[in-house]
Antibody, heavy 122, light 107 residues
Framework: EVQLLESGGGLVQPGESLRLSCAASGFTFSSYGMSWVRQAPGKGLEWVSIISGSGSTTYYADSVKGRFTISRDNSKNTLHLQMTSLRAEDTAVYYC???????????????WGQGTLVTVSS | EIVMTQSPATLSVSPGERATLSCRASQSVSSNLAWYQQKPGQAPRLLIYGASTRATGIPARFSGSGSGTEFTLTISSLQSEDFAVYCCQQYNNWPLTFGGGTEVEIK
């Protein structure tokens, strides 16, 4: 079955760190760029970061640059998001998502996980 | 960053009627635009990319048009399962940006 399954969310205090993971199955993981997109409670979607299939190229939203690091392990079909110096405004459901077309500039997403909730609060 | 503005915020439509949703970019994004559908408690679902290409498995009643800064998503005959929030996303420039969404509700 083609799917993405996120894990690692939870409640943390401001300034703490958290690592999210996304396990992929049912497709050739290493061929596709992958992204993290978040959604604060009751709000719209916000793109966070993207990584190429090989892992050699990454981009970040300004709001997380320098605090979050995206990475992937193609041998384990897993995507990660290391989040440090967390702030209240990082509270959101975090989705991992697969690009619709492999190795292309079409940076939109046709497969999404169910999301994992990150809550940053003291 | 490119700001994506959607209108209206809420659209009230009767089942079987046509729905027309708009998305405007603050600068040209060429045809690098996608549309998603999202229902409460669910992940987004890709409907359209390249402004007008339907994603795999998307019914023909969904169509997209436009280029540059003005885009439209049309649902030709609303079915009960189509009542949801729809958002657009540009992928012409970094950072990728989403519109705030249009909620299509039952009239």
């Amino acid at each position: 079955e083609v799917q993405l399954l996120e894990s690692g969310g939870g409640l943390v205090q401001p300034g703490e760190s958290l690592r999210l993971s996304c396990a992929a199955s049912g497709f050739t993981f290493s061929s596709y760029g992958m992204s993290w997109v978040r959604q604060a409670p009751g709000k719209g979607l916000e793109w966070v970061s993207i990584i190429s299939g090989s892992g050699s190229t990454t981009y970040y939203a300004d709001s997380v640059k320098g605090r979050f690091t995206i990475s992937r392990d193609n041998s384990k079909n897993t995507l990660h998001l290391q989040m440090t110096s967390l702030r209240a405004e990082d509270t959101a459901v975090y989705y991992c998502a697969k690009k619709v077309i492999a190795a292309s500039a079409t940076h939109c997403f046709d497969l999404w996980g169910q999301g994992t909730l990150v809550t940053v609060s003291s | 960053e490119i700001v994506m503005t959607q209108s209206p915020a809420t659209l009230s439509v009767s089942p079987g009627e046509r729905a027309t949703l708009s998305c405007r970019a603050s600068q040209s994004v060429s045809s690098n635009l996608a549309w998603y559908q999202q229902k409460p408690g669910q992940a987004p679902r890709l409907l359209i990319y390249g402004a007008s290409t339907r994603a795999t498995g998307i019914p023909a009643r969904f169509s997209g048009s436009g280029s540059g800064t003005e885009f439209t998503l049309t649902i030709s005959s609303l079915q009960s399962e189509d009542f949801a929030v729809y958002c657009c996303q540009q992928y012409n420039n970094w950072p990728l940006t989403f519109g705030g969404g249009t909620e299509v509700e039952i009239k």
